[in-house]
């Protein structure tokens, strides 16, 4: 029997919380564990479950009164980091994609997207993938763009323009093999780059370098 994935579901409004706790729950290998509606009522519910209790994931509405899905984000990644938080929103706005991701969340979801792409988001998501869709990696990279060029940050980290050209496909998602076929190189060539760029940019994981890569709004611009 597959192990079942423990939801939590914070949101505002009761019928979303209604709607996506009876979706999620159809799912078979989801359990919804857990409801807020508000941020400060998440932190109070989470403090009050025992740690085998804990959820795996929250999926977080981005606006609420009391306590946001920013603020409670920083919160709950601080004090449960084994926790994954994935924002949800009916708005798309560069600097508050910017602000979900910096504040800890794994993705940014639009409330627009199909019950299908939501189930495959959160099952990727707990698998420790990196799921983006184009219009929030769009919107994401616009808001570091323009946070740099306001700070007017230096995007130099001492990478080679090929260990660059991997950081980019590992940011669209590529695998190893996509980025060897692609770039026309070998699996084990693309595995010494992605070692010496998991050193360089001193993270752990390819979804920690997808970030960075986001961060530094290089994402789709090769040539930045």
Not at 85 to 102: G, N, P, R, Y
Request: some cysteine; proline content about 2%; hydrophobic content about 40%.
């Amino acid at each position: 029997m597959t192990e079942q994935m423990k939801i939590m579901i914070v949101d505002d409004h009761d019928m979303v919380r209604l709607g996506l706790k009876t979706y999620l729950s159809l799912e078979g290998d989801f359990v919804i564990t857990g409801e807020a509606a508000n941020g400060r009522d998440a932190l109070t519910r989470l403090k009050e479950t025992s740690e085998e209790n804990l959820p795996d994931l929250i999926l977080m509405d981005l606006m609420m009164p009391i306590m946001d899905g920013v603020e409670t984000t920083r919160e709950v990644t601080r004090l449960y980091p084994a926790i994954k938080v994935i924002l949800l929103t009916s708005f798309l706005e560069d600097e508050k994609v910017l602000q979900a991701v910096e504040a800890g969340a794994v993705t940014y979801v639009l409330k627009t997207v199909s019950s299908d792409e939501l189930a495959h988001v959160v099952r990727s998501s707990l698998r420790g993938l990196q799921v983006m869709n184009a219009e929030v990696s769009q919107a994401l990279t616009r808001g570091l763009r323009q946070r740099s060029t306001q700070s007017g940050q230096d995007n130099g980290e001492g990478l080679t323009s090929r260990e660059k050209e991997v950081l980019l496909l590992i940011a669209d998602g590529k695998s190893n093999k996509d980025i060897s076929e692609e770039l026309h190189i070998s699996i084990k060539t693309v595995k010494t780059h992605v070692s010496n760029l998991l050193m360089k940019c001193e993270v752990e994981d390819r979804t920690q370098l997808a970030i960075y890569a986001h961060r530094k709004g290089w994402s789709g611009n090769p040539d930045a």
